[in-house]
């Protein structure tokens, strides 16, 4: 047997004895551990991707981003079929009016003028439930969810916030405020969509 057959066959008796799932051990930023794959509304949702919300020096919290199917573009995030989650751990904790004037400001330079007046009201619930938690602290897991045929789950620490709100239109304006044309944050849309920073 040739070296180069030798070598490959080590390979994979070495990767037949691994532990299942030890192939895709979940991912470490800033010491925080995140799934590669995860289940929601019936779907496997791969993880597309993470990144840093930054300002300066000043970190606020890591993102990832779930889909059906890994997408490198913002189109193809948006276009991907199924149930998405955007994932925010704290790594700050904030006043949650920052957080609605964040979401405001992002959704309202990344949506079309035509488009706003259909997202007004559904904005509005959704900037309810961030307001009525007061603060977000550090260490606190934020799920943005969508699911077909239901919308968007705000979710704190694996507890839903409210009522889902209704329309994929209102869940991709959420997300290109993320990875649209004028994101938060050029590195962290970068990230979101697996690409190198």
Do not use: C
């Given at each position: 047997?040739?070296?180069?057959?030798?070598?490959?066959?080590?390979?994979?008796?070495?990767?037949?004895?691994?532990?299942?799932?030890?192939?895709?051990?979940?991912?470490?930023?800033?010491?925080?551990?995140?799934?590669?794959?995860?289940?929601?509304?019936?779907?496997?949702?791969?993880?597309?991707?993470?990144?840093?919300?930054?300002v300066?020096?000043?970190?606020?919290y890591?993102a990832?981003?779930?889909?059906?199917?890994?997408?490198?573009?913002?189109?193809?995030?948006?276009?991907?079929?199924?149930?998405?989650?955007?994932?925010?751990?704290?790594?700050?904790?904030?006043a949650?009016?920052?957080?609605?004037?964040?979401?405001?400001?992002?959704?309202?330079?990344?949506?079309?003028?035509?488009?706003?007046?259909?997202?007004?009201?559904?904005?509005?619930?959704?900037?309810?439930?961030?307001?009525?938690?007061?603060?977000?602290?550090?260490?606190?897991?934020?799920?943005?969810?969508?699911?077909?045929?239901?919308?968007?789950?705000?979710?704190?620490?694996?507890?839903?916030?409210?009522?889902?709100?209704?329309?994929?239109?209102?869940?991709?304006?959420?997300?290109?405020?993320?990875?649209?044309?004028?994101?938060?944050?050029?590195?962290?849309?970068?990230?979101?969509?697996?690409?190198?920073?």
């Open positions: 047997m040739s070296l180069s057959r030798r070598g490959l066959l080590a390979a994979l008796v070495f990767a037949a004895s691994l532990p299942a799932g030890a192939a895709e051990a979940p991912l470490r930023v800033e010491g925080l551990l995140f799934e590669r794959r995860i289940r929601l509304g019936g779907s496997e949702l791969l993880l597309n991707g993470t990144g840093i919300r930054a300066a020096w000043f970190k606020g890591v990832a981003l779930y889909l059906s199917a890994r997408a490198s573009t913002p189109a193809g995030v948006l276009a991907t079929p199924g149930p998405k989650r955007l994932r925010m751990h704290m790594l700050h904790g904030v949650t009016v920052e957080f609605v004037n964040a979401f405001r400001k992002g959704v309202s330079r990344n949506a079309a003028a035509d488009e706003l007046p259909r997202l007004a009201e559904r904005m509005e619930r959704f900037a309810a439930q961030v307001s009525a938690l007061g603060n977000v602290d550090k260490g606190d897991i934020v799920d943005l969810d969508f699911e077909p045929g239901r919308g968007l789950t705000f979710i704190v620490n694996g507890k839903i916030q409210g009522d889902a709100i209704a329309g994929e239109d209102f869940y991709a304006a959420l997300l290109r405020a993320f990875v649209g044309d004028k994101p938060y944050d050029k590195k962290l849309k970068a990230g979101l969509l697996g690409l190198a920073v």
